[in-house]
């Protein structure tokens, strides 16, 4: 066959040219073509991994689909993980995920925010990005690591953080913009709107109404618990009130509160047995209240912690500022720290 190709070239030159070029003509005729093949072979057959990592590099003139020869894809970076996390973890309010004008963006209830270095921005405000501070997309860990006490270069520099939290020197206040959309609740009119009464192991108690059902779960779980498991049970005979929908920030903090959201509940119980349960509670009579131990804190039993983390809720007593009567309805954390699946809504 690959005669036939060069068929018309021994019509042109006497026979005597081909003698005396002989063995250029077999490379071309026999090698090039195999050559050729053995280049696509290796193309075909590249690490699909390599492929992937490559195909998200930013590659101008060489588009993934049709239409999108303009578009230039970043690789896949903290807002794109954030913004695909927040979807996964409501999904019947995000629409889309989608990188648009520089920038990784979310489409919620129809309005588009951008990442914004973690801030969770409007359009209208991403040229006010210096005027935030981030929002806390951290990484939750699954287990309480085991406690050791803090060096003295941890101390100081707790201490100094401290101080400037109370000077305000290094404190910016967070946008709201994105969270105030997400639960419908721009002002404490409009949150109250979304509210409802739910009796949690007994007691009434209000929040979001978007979280009735999964609030609902815990109880059902802990209380299935109870039954066999004596420490829940004592647990559950311990608590004394509840608080959920107030419309306030966080203490000792110029940023919203989830509480004011209706998406935090804290359970406060009749007796905390001499233990510590909040910081600011705590730094009242130990100024170094990052120093007391878990021994000496307040916590509720795991299975408890973890009926509630099941079901999207983060438990306040994993924080170095820690507060271990509170719960606040973060699935978005847990999907970042890869602890929970949302659509199967169980842990990993």
Known sequence: MAMSKY??????????????????????????????????????????????????????????????????RPAENRGETVMKALASAYPDRVEKVEF????????????????????????????????YAPLPFYNYQKELPPWTPPTAEESDRIREQERQ???????IKRSTHFYDTLWRSRNRDEAWEHIKQIRFLGI??????????????????????????????????????????QWRNIAASQNRSYHAYGSAIDILPKSYGGLEAYWLWTARSTPDWWTVPYSRR???????????????????????????????????????SGIVQMNKRELR
Request: charged fraction near 25%.
């Open 204 to 245: 009434p108690v209000q929040v979001h109404y978007s979280i009735l059902v999964d609030l609902s779960l815990v109880e059902e779980r802990i209380l299935r618990t109870a039954r066999t498991n004596n420490a829940v049970r004592q647990w559950v005979n311990n608590v004394g009130s509840l608080e959920g929908w």
């Open 165 to 171: 939290r109370e000077t305000r020197q290094m404190q």
């Open 100 to 131: 648009l004008d520089g920038d990784w963006t979310i489409l919620l209830y129809g309005e588009r925010f951008y990442f914004a270095e973690g801030r969770l921005l409007p359009a209208s405000m991403r040229d006010k990005e210096s005027e």
């Open 7 to 72: 068929k018309g070239l021994l019509q042109l030159f006497p026979l005597d040219y081909y003698c005396a070029m002989k063995p250029c003509i077999i490379f071309f005729i026999f090698f090039l073509p195999i050559s050729a093949s053995f280049a696509g072979a290796r193309s075909e057959s590249k690490d699909p991994l390599a492929d992937k990592a490559n195909s998200s590099l930013p590659t101008p003139g060489n588009p993934t689909e049709a239409g999108d020869a303009d578009v230039i």
């Open 298 to 336: 307040f916590h509720p039993p795991d299975e408890v912690i973890r009926a509630f983390e099941s079901y999207g809720f983060i438990w306040g007593g994993k924080w170095r500022y820690y507060d271990t009567i509170h719960f606040e309805y973060r699935p978005e954390i847990l999907v970042l």
